[in-house]
């Protein structure tokens, strides 16, 4: 059963920090990765999807790079601003389900940015 | 283009009342998604239509969860009756299609946050 786990739960940092969130994934077996913002009371905003077959993804100030074997992916955050402040999600496209457009998602990490 | 739409934002019940939640996905997706996401977890797939069929339910409580998609647009979810846990947020999401390379992404609507007293 896949199950995706990040860390930190919860960050907090001055502004102009680079900064990196981690996400891993019990099972290597995935189509893709997703990185998604959630603001308070907000619904997700994608931000990076990397295929499987794909190492990295560059989004302006966002890098997400992707470890299948060993299981793992980060989002690299530069020069954070307030405006960063969210909730961070990864999620998973498993291979092994028989829905392999379903997205496996962890518990998030929730990211403060102070002035 | 305009986003996934859904209502109300927000709702509150007391537990045994019945809620219904409104989804509108963005024009041409074929697939949409309901999830829930409980305070302090990530959204977890309740069901998933293509067009107006179930792809995966697999998830939704079915002897209080319902859904529809009526004509491959437009969804309802019903819980009928509320329990204290169905306490969350409800997540509605579309993407363009379905397939073995899932290299379609989900684009979210703003949720319903229910809360069940």
């Known amino acids: 059963k896949q199950e995706v786990t990040q860390i930190p739960a919860a960050l907090s940092v001055p502004e102009g920090e680079n900064l990196v969130l981690n996400c891993s994934f019990t099972?290597?077996?995935?189509?893709?990765l997703q990185w998604f913002r959630q603001d308070p009371g907000k619904g997700l905003t994608s931000l990076l999807l990397?295929?499987?077959?794909?190492r990295e993804q560059t989004s302006g100030r966002l890098n997400a790079s992707l470890d299948k074997s060993s299981g793992r992916s980060t989002l690299y955050i530069a020069a954070s601003q307030p405006g960063d402040s969210a909730t961070y999600l990864c999620?998973?496209?498993?291979?092994?389900?028989?829905?392999?457009?379903?997205?496996?998602f962890g518990t998030g990490t929730r990211l403060q940015v102070f002035p | 283009e305009a986003g996934v739409a859904q209502s109300p934002r927000y709702k509150i019940i007391e537990k045994r009342q019945s809620v219904a939640f409104w989804c509108n996905p963005i024009?041409?997706?074929?697939?949409l998604y309901w999830y829930q996401q409980i305070l302090g977890q990530g959204p977890k797939l309740l069901i998933q239509?293509?067009?107006?069929?179930?792809?995966?339910d697999s998830q939704l409580p079915k002897d209080r969860f319902s859904a529809e998609r009526l004509k491959g647009v437009d969804s309802t979810l019903k819980i009928q009756p509320a329990k204290l846990e169905d306490s969350a947020v409800y997540l509605c999401?579309?993407?363009?299609?379905?397939?073995?390379?899932?290299?379609?992404?989900?684009?979210f609507g703003p949720g319903t946050r229910l809360t069940v007293t």
């Open positions: 999401a579309s993407s363009l299609g379905v397939g073995r390379l899932s290299s379609y992404e989900q684009y």
């Open positions: 099972d290597s077996a995935i189509y893709n």
């Open positions: 990397i295929q499987s077959s794909q």
């Open positions: 999620a998973v496209s498993p291979i092994r389900s028989y829905n392999t457009d379903k997205l496996i």
């Open positions: 024009s041409g997706h074929a697939t």
């Open positions: 239509f293509q067009n107006n069929g179930v792809v995966d």
